[in-house]
């Protein structure tokens, strides 16, 4: 029967724990009372020493006292070997989350690895009670969950729960434990689409639109230059003009808002075509996205040649290039570097367009 369970361990590592469990028949007995310790004891994570662990069951001492010089929750008795393909992260081990976690194990053992992972870093980054929700929504949706933007959604989790905070006031909808893994995704994914507008664009306006504002006849062409008239267009016009922040920045393009007689009727987005050194309407749409008329792309085409646009020379950025906010970046993300007490990797210190990608 132990045979049979070390067998289960993942291959690159059954070596390891077979060498560990034939140096005592206590040490071989774990890998049917505790799978799990017999695999961090042969397998252990950095920095932990498992030999305090490993005298204390050849000793005979309790499960629980080995499990705690191990550094690792006693919950995990209940997941078999096919488990552990790398060494254990650590994980929460509180009151509430024991008494809750036993109930969202996945059944399959091919989903225990990601499973594992996934509670491990949404306990490290966010809470305890979002690792209980992603064990609960990974095992209900395992295909839904993009490992890529787990940082994502857990400072989204953590900013939720953070009033008066920059990054929590750019929150639209704020996680609640009750909510499903899909509609986290887009409520985090809108989250991550307003903080990139005013990390590039900043606190200032845009200090040239290429264009001056104008009329024509009942319509009015004005400048989208400041976040809060981003803002305020994209909730108006239920477009993504909000997402437009590196577009702007790196000199791609130029929003404007057109209103008759003061409504608005369309977002112009103003740039250039491929290998066409002036300026164009590169998209014309009314509320929606919806078609603008002919009229409407007549209007807008005569006021766009009321200027001079041979003048007009917008000097594009390589892309990725163009510096994020230095002060919008240190204000969102102080109080969580705070708050943990570390400034991860994927969160630096200095502005990156490289670590915000990754979100």
């Known amino acids: 029967m132990c045979e049979r ?7 690159r590592f059954q070596s390891r724990v077979t060498a560990l469990a034939q140096r005592h028949p206590h ?22 020493d498992p030999e305090p662990a490993i005298a204390r069951v050849i000793a005979g001492r309790s499960l629980a006292e080995a499990a705690a010089a191990a550094g690792l929750p006693m919950w995990l008795r209940k997941l078999p070997p096919e488990a552990f393909v790398c060494p254990i992260p650590r994980l929460p081990d509180g009151d509430l989350f024991r008494r809750q976690i036993g109930n969202h194990l996945p059944r399959s053992p091919k989903l225990m690895p990601i499973w594992l992972q996934l509670v491990s870093e949404m306990a490290t980054i966010a809470h305890e009670a979002a690792a209980v929700w992603i064990a609960r929504e990974y095992v209900r949706a395992p295909k839904i969950v993009n490992r890529d933007r ?3 959604l ?7 729960g953070q009033p008066g905070r920059l990054a929590h006031d750019l929150i639209e909808r704020p996680w609640t434990p009750d909510m499903r893994l899909d509609a986290a995704i887009t409520a985090a994914s809108n989250w991550r689409g307003r903080i990139s507008l005013h990390l ?15 009329r024509i006849g009942d319509y009015e062409f004005r400048p989208l230059d400041k976040i809060p008239d981003l803002v305020d267009e994209a909730a108006a016009m239920r477009n993504c003009v909000r997402t437009y922040g590196a577009d702007i920045v790196h000199n791609r393009s130029r929003l404007w808002s057109v209103r008759h007689r003061g409504e608005r009727v369309a977002t112009l987005e103003v740039g250039r075509h491929w290998r066409d050194p002036l ?51 240190r204000a969102l993300w102080r109080p969580y570097w705070l708050a943990k007490r570390r400034i991860p990797d994927w969160l630096p ?3 990156s367009r490289d670590a915000f990608g990754a979100l």
């Open 200 to 214: 590039n664009l900043g606190q200032l306006p845009i200090s040239d639109m290429w264009l001056d504002p104008g």
């Open 349 to 351: 210190l200095p502005p």
């Open 154 to 160: 857990a400072l989204w989790i953590w900013f939720s």
């Open 150 to 152: 787990v940082h994502l």
């Open 5 to 11: 369970r070390l067998r289960r361990y993942a291959s």
């Open 279 to 329: 300026l164009n309407i590169v998209q014309l749409k009314g509320a929606g996205n919806a078609a603008a008329s002919h009229d409407l792309w007549w209007i807008a085409r005569r006021w766009l040649h009321l200027h001079d646009l041979s003048q007009i020379e917008p000097a594009r950025m390589k892309w990725g290039q163009a510096p994020l906010d230095l002060v919008t970046w």
């Open 27 to 48: 040490l071989a007995d774990l890998a049917l009372s505790f799978p799990a310790l017999l695999f961090a004891l042969a397998v252990p994570r950095k920095q932990v």
